[in-house]
């Protein structure tokens, strides 16, 4: 669940039965603004030799297992998922892996780094409906609104702004779309 009110999709969970669990119903929002850190801050940490940190979007299988609670199994899923995105914008993104929790989150957010220098952007101007399709955050539909976007838009004027401003990309995938298009 990415906010209280997803829990009101559970369809065994009345409107009353919500209402009384509502005020229990803690979800873990990473601020956007905290989402990634630079190469020079990743450079920075290195330098002063304060912590050994494993850099996402470059760690091989051997680096990710050598991480606490990440093992072989997680490793492979952690590099096939970085590979769909381009790269990953936030650690928290992990999150989006079939069993990678919150807690694996804890046990490793002081170990990895991710530099969104090294994201694969797509040039949403010119890729393909296939291209567009694969990325985990557009699919089908949305990029196939994409492209009778960019048809119909004026000569110049298609960006991502024209995209998001046509609520083409879901709300949820808006603070990181930004990192994988240009």
Known sequence: FKTPEDLKKVYVISDEMYAKILPFVK?????????TQTATNISEIKAKGKVSL?????????????????????ARKIIGYRHKLGG??????????????????????????????????????????????SHPYIGDYAANAIIRLRKVAAEGTFC???????????????????YYFE
């Open 27 to 35: 979800i873990f929002q990473p601020e956007c603004n905290n989402l």
């Open 54 to 74: 494993t850099e996402l979007n470059e760690a091989d299988s051997a680096q990710l297992v050598a991480l606490p609670g990440i093992g072989p199994y997680f």
């Open 88 to 133: 990953f914008a936030s650690e928290y993104q992990l999150t989006e892996i079939y069993g990678f929790d919150q807690e694996k989150i804890e046990m490793i957010k002081e170990r990895v780094s991710v530099d969104t220098l090294k994201i694969k952007k797509i040039k949403i101007d010119t890729a393909s409906v296939k291209s567009l399709a």
């Open 160 to 178: 991502l702004a024209l995209i998001i401003r046509n609520k083409i990309i879901k709300p949820e995938n808006l603070s990181y779309i930004k």
